[in-house]
């Protein structure tokens, strides 16, 4: 799971442009909005998408389910390899 975990964090950095900061920097377990890496609605658009082209799995932001995968992380990686193709 730790290489999908860095896969994650190298594909967030790629797509949204995260030039100063490395996947060291990305902690797996902290929030990815607001309080944590800081990313808004717009990145959440840009990393769904990044993520459905990588792996052939469709996040949406839209409903409450979605939002807890987009949480952290981990919880992405939980919600890609259960999910993906």
Do not use: R
């Amino acid at each position: 799971m730790k290489e999908l975990y860095d896969e994650i964090k190298q594909l967030i950095i790629d797509s949204l442009n995260l030039e100063d900061i490395g996947i060291e920097d990305i902690e797996t377990e902290a929030p990815l909005f607001v309080d944590g890496l800081g990313l808004d609605s717009i990145d959440a658009l840009e990393l769904g998408m990044a993520i459905k082209q990588k792996y052939g799995v469709t996040l949406s932001a839209d409903n409450e389910e979605m939002k807890k995968c987009f949480y952290s992380v981990e919880t992405l990686a939980k919600y890609i390899s259960e999910h993906k193709e």
